[in-house]
């Protein structure tokens, strides 16, 4: 019999998106995990206070715990808490785009403004879905310790395209053959934005008759 694919949209959940991927309030309450995906947003303020190697620590062994193709673990994560080596950097970074700079009230660094961030790298060539995949593991396990996170592209272009930075990423000792391919600013939250809406006609089941 000839299979026909119907597309059923799943719209109708729309009014429990705020509830918990789909699922009732109270039952959002009682799993941790979902609970940790849903209060998630992307933090731009940080408190200043510097974060705990601890939990920088803990927040990269939960990224390596990541799945990944064949575990290959075709990545290499470095941490980066100096304020000192950020405010360097930023300071190149400033010079080179104060528009950026200047519409930003709050700017305090190129990062975000966060005291601390964590460079995922990969082999020059790769997909970057596995870290991609070790990028929401790190982003979770922050939100769960307390913590506040933004995933940062526009930084990595910077690093990789300003001969004057060099210097910052010789630091990180990345192996050869090894390019950036995200950066994660984590810091104590100095702001607490809403959710904004996601749109859950997006998602579909896909059913064969």
């Not at 699922?23 to 992307?42: F, G, K, L, P, Y």
């Not at 596995?130 to 990028?135: F, H, K, P, S, Y």
Request: negative net charge; hydrophobic residues 45%; glycine residues 8%.
């Amino acid at each position: 019999m000839k299979k026909i694919t119907r597309l059923v949209s799943l719209a109708a959940l729309s009014t429990l998106g705020a509830a918990g991927c789909g699922q009732t309030q109270e039952s959002s309450n009682e799993n941790a995990v979902i609970e940790t995906i849903m209060a998630r947003r992307s933090i731009r303020k940080y408190a200043d206070r510097p974060v705990e190697r601890e939990k920088l620590q803990q927040i990269a062994v939960c990224g390596v715990n990541a799945p990944n193709g064949m575990n290959r673990q075709n990545w290499e994560v470095r941490i980066v808490d100096s304020a000192e080596a950020i405010d360097s950097v930023t300071a190149v970074f400033a010079a080179a785009n104060p528009e950026m700079v200047q519409r930003d009230k709050d700017f305090k660094n190129m990062f975000r403004n966060a005291p601390a961030v964590i460079a995922i790298a990969v082999p020059e060539g790769d997909s970057g879905l596995d870290a991609g995949l070790m990028a929401e593991n790190m982003i979770l396990a922050a939100q769960s310790l307390g913590l506040g996170t933004c995933c940062l592209g526009g930084p990595v272009a910077f690093l990789e395209n300003s001969p004057e930075v060099s210097w910052f990423l010789d630091a990180l000792q990345l192996s050869e053959g090894y390019r950036l391919c995200l950066m994660i600013a984590v810091g104590y939250p100095d702001e607490n934005p809403q959710a904004r809406e996601r749109d859950l006609g997006k998602i579909r089941f896909v059913d064969w008759e």
